[in-house]
């Protein structure tokens, strides 16, 4: 049975920092591409970055400079560095697995329950 738990988030002042962590089991991780989604209420859910099984990555306009994926393949993990966080980064985050390295929901098959990251202005 595949889980993925993303960890990590909290309440963080405005330019402040937060790492997510997520960790996966069930499943071959050097096989699937890893993503990073969030959803704001009222929002739709939004792709912010993924990473391909060989290290190359992609990342959304409103993240770009902000914030990095990565990986440890030796631990079946993935982390979202994320920097000078804005109030408009306030959304639940979520990890994925999947076949593809973009930033697209439906390429993604499994999916963690998120972790609630607020930013106070």
């Known amino acids: 049975q595949v889980q993925v738990v993303e960890s990590g988030g909290g309440l963080v002042q405005a330019g402040g920092s937060l790492r997510l962590s997520c960790i996966v089991s069930?499943?071959?991780?050097?096989?699937?591409?890893m993503g990073w989604f969030r959803q704001a209420p009222g929002k739709e859910r939004e792709g912010l970055a993924s990473i391909h099984i060989s290290g190359g990555t992609r990342y959304a306009d409103s993240v770009k400079g902000r914030f990095t994926i990565s990986q440890d393949n030796t631990k079946n993990a993935m982390y979202l560095q994320m920097n000078s966080l804005k109030p408009e980064d306030t959304a639940m985050y979520y990890c994925?697995?999947?076949?593809?390295?973009?930033?697209?929901?439906?390429?993604?098959?499994?999916w963690g329950r998120g972790t609630q990251v607020t930013v106070s202005s």
């Open positions: 994925a697995a999947g076949r593809f390295c973009r930033l697209l929901i439906n390429d993604y098959n499994f």
């Open positions: 069930g499943l071959t991780f050097d096989d699937y591409a």
